[in-house]
């Protein structure tokens, strides 16, 4: 049984559960207090765990006994000295009422092949679990989540190296930065061809993050934990004050969440320049703000439309941007690769330079939305989709690419256009059809002719019925 079997054994128990009310994203939180128990028995690595809380001794409880002794394990390891212990359950509680279906979760995950998972890799099997909540709609984690192979699309571009400080603003259940950490153990024979002490960076100092919400951040530490990452991972909100310990990074990979702030409140941080309640263009202040001035420092943010073209304070922080960073390619992503539908969405990549002034030169866009099939889950995005982009943005001369949805805007005409971003989509071809039809403005023009000898030849039919039958001809 290999990991994409056991995710779907895993996500099938959740029937078990809907006479007792659980929401696929309680039930994800379940399974994690249980799994991680599981896990750290099958990783060897139950040390951190007092003796008597440990999967073994939770398996051998039934009925009434066993969701008795379950409700106090959630207490005591939600205050137990071990930091990363007493943040995955912290305030932790059950919402399962009945001690059968427990019962039955429990023994279902106890006889799974975990050799094979083992195998695999523990870290990549949870992964799976999480993506097969974002991509259940009913779930609502879709927006915890961003699509793997636009992830691994954008680290393979950003490129990480060892060494670098790598952050999260907007974690999730930090995508990003694992996918970064498997990029970079892939290239180093998972850290065993660095120095202990480069490797120790690597494990305990080089991927950070921070997120808002407590199950998804909970989340995030099981899925760190079971990939072998230390890195710091707080509870918060990156946009007060708690977010300010984020900067002088030399990568940042995140997709902020969309909307506003609730009821329209502003941040409660005092390093953004530009106040406003849009969450994305606070995100990005943050993000370019807290990149090193060194000319080397990078980011990929994934933003919705409206940040491209938003007036006035948008206006303002696009052209901050533009001044601080090397704004150098902008990729408009198709719809529907996001769970939330019909969301327009797209990849800013930028460099920090080393002075605040003119350091966008040119940005060059591929549209990678326009005349596109249509994406959701029975016809999902692939790396293949990226392919042609990816070469794009490689290229050393990128005059050279020839590919119609690759295109160059100079600073200048950026800036006659009001700092909008919202540049480089090609033409529609599911508007061709239109294309004989005459102009509108001239045929209302034709229109009004026409009307006007209509009512020039119907005014001469009135005169002459009015000389043959005299005045009582009534007009109508």
């Not at 994409?4 to 309680?26: A, F, M, P």
């Not at 071990?82 to 106890?110: A, C, F, G, V």
């Not at 099939?373 to 794009?392: D, Y």
Request: charged share 30%; glycine share 6%; with cysteine.
């Amino acid at each position: 049984m290999n990991n994409q079997e056991i995710v779907q054994k895993l996500w099938s128990l959740c029937n078990v559960l809907r006479d007792d009310g659980i929401t696929y994203h309680q039930y994800v939180t379940e399974l994690t207090y249980l799994l991680f128990l599981k896990m750290m028995k099958e990783q060897q690595s139950e040390a951190v765990i007092p003796e008597e809380y440990r999967w073994d001794n939770l398996l051998e409880k039934e009925g009434l006994e066993l969701k008795t002794f379950y409700q106090h394990l959630l207490l005591e390891l939600g205050s137990n000295e071990n930091e990363r212990l007493r943040l995955i359950y912290t305030d932790s509680s059950t919402s399962i009422s009945e001690p059968k279906n427990m019962e039955k979760i429990m023994k279902s995950i106890d006889a799974l092949d975990w050799y094979n998972a083992k195998e695999e890799g523990l870290g990549d099997l949870y992964e799976g679990l999480l993506e097969k909540n974002a991509s259940e709609t009913k779930s609502g984690a879709g927006q915890y989540f961003t699509p793997r192979v636009l992830i691994d699309a954008i680290v393979q571009l950003v490129d990480p190296k060892v060494g670098e400080r790598c952050n999260d603003p907007a974690a999730g259940t930090f995508g990003f930065m694992i996918a970064a950490d498997r990029y970079l153990k892939n290239k180093t024979d998972d850290y065993f061809d660095l120095d202990p002490k480069d490797a120790e960076f690597q494990k305990k100092e080089a991927f950070t993050g921070m997120e808002l919400v407590k199950d998804t951040h909970r989340l995030a530490l099981m899925n760190a934990l079971l990939h072998n990452m230390e890195g710091r991972m707080e509870h918060g909100d990156s946009l007060s004050s708690n977010g300010k310990w984020m900067k002088d990074f030399d990568v940042i990979l995140t997709n902020p969440p969309f909307g506003t702030k609730k009821g329209g409140e502003r941040v409660s941080r005092d390093d953004l320049t530009f106040e406003t309640s849009n969450k994305q263009l606070n995100f990005l202040q943050l993000i370019y703000n807290a990149l090193k001035e060194d000319g080397n420092a990078r980011a990929a943010v994934v933003l919705p439309d409206n940040v491209l073209f938003e007036s006035g304070i948008g206006s303002q922080i696009r052209r901050d941007l533009m001044n601080k960073c090397n704004l150098h390619t902008i990729l408009r992503l198709p719809t529907g690769i996001f769970y939330a539908q019909g969301v327009k969405t797209n990849v800013l990549f930028f460099n920090r330079g080393t002075t605040d002034q003119d350091n966008t030169k040119d940005v060059w866009v591929y549209d990678l939305r326009t005349n596109m099939t249509s994406f959701g889950k029975r016809n999902q995005l692939t790396m293949a989709h990226f392919e042609n982009f990816m070469k794009a943005y490689v290229e050393e001369d990128r005059t050279k690419v020839q590919d119609e949805r690759w295109n160059k805007f100079t600073r200048e005409e950026i800036t006659k256009k009001d700092d909008s971003l919202d540049i480089g989509l090609i033409a529609d071809e599911s508007l061709s059809s239109y294309e004989n039809l005459p102009d509108p403005i001239e045929s209302a023009e034709e229109a009004i002719v026409k009307l006007q000898k209509a009512m020039d030849l119907l005014n001469e039919v009135v005169e002459e019925l009015r000389a043959v039958e005299g005045d009582e001809v009534v007009t109508k």
